[in-house]
T-cell receptor, first 112, second 108 residues
Framework: ETGVTQTPRHLVMGMTNKKSLKCEQH?????MYWYKQSAKKPLELMFV???????ENNSVPSRFSPECPNSSHLFLHLHTLQPEDSALYLC???????????FGSGTRLTVV | GQQVMQIPQYQHVQEGEDFTTYCNSS?????IQWYKQRPGGHPVFLIQ?????EVKKQKRLTFQFGEAKKNSSLHITATQTTDVGTYFC????????FGQGTRLTINP
């Protein structure tokens, strides 16, 4: 248990489905992040939330929609995904001004 | 944006041999962080280096930050099977950018 909990651990969805990934951190951190990790690319930063405000959207397609209702929770809403979106989606948190991210165990997403 | 290039991409060693991975940038880095990801796992923070020429040790792991703050290295002495995984360098604070990683495999 890392202090950052992601659910579900595995998800298979069709291209017309809508699903959501959930991340919860129990560390009192004030910044949260979504990263995408696929086999052919390094860890790609998708979104950054600092103090519940989105401060970074790294040119992510609109079929990915983040939501941060409070400093402990982060969601990634998915709709009409493509097979190339299949990857490990990692949530992380940190304390702004401090260093070292704490990652969750990730959601392994397969789009069929 | 800031990019960090990491080499080698893969490294296979015999147990007991040393291992080194390098992280390079064309521009000055504000800091460098190192992470380890075990097979099937998630990245785990190892250390951060901030000062020019800084050297830090964690048991058999030695981390260095170059004098010009454009490169860094992670050296493992006498590898053990528990060292297997992918080692990533990363730069930044609120926007952490990762290198491609070096995957270490070990022959017991």
């Amino acid at each position: 248990e890392t202090g950052v909990t992601q659910t579900p651990r595995h998800l298979v969805m069709g291209m017309t489905n809508k699903k959501s990934l959930k991340c919860e951190q129990h560390l009192g951190h004030n910044a949260m992040y979504w990263y995408k990790q696929s086999a052919k690319k390094p860890l790609e930063l998708m979104f950054v939330y600092s103090l519940e405000e989105r401060v970074e959207n790294n040119s992510v397609p609109s079929r990915f929609s983040p939501e941060c209702p409070n400093s402990s929770h982060l969601f990634l809403h998915l709709h009409t995904l493509q097979p190339e979106d299949s990857a490990l989606y990692l949530c992380a948190s940190s304390q702004k001004g401090d260093y070292g991210y704490t990652f969750g165990s990730g959601t392994r997403l397969t789009v069929v | 944006g800031q990019q960090v290039m990491q080499i080698p991409q893969y490294q296979h060693v015999q147990e007991g041999e040393d291992f080194t991975t390098y992280c390079n940038s064309s521009t000055t880095l504000s800091n460098i962080q190192w992470y380890k990801q075990r097979p099937g796992g998630h990245p785990v923070f190892l250390i951060q280096l901030v000062k020019s020429g800084e050297v830090k040790k964690q048991k058999r792991l030695t981390f260095q930050f170059g004098e010009a703050k454009k490169n860094s290295s992670l050296h493992i002495t006498a590898t053990q099977t528990t060292d297997v995984g992918t080692y990533f360098c990363a730069e930044g604070a609120q926007k952490l950018v990762f290198g491609q990683g070096t995957r270490l495999t070990i022959n017991p």
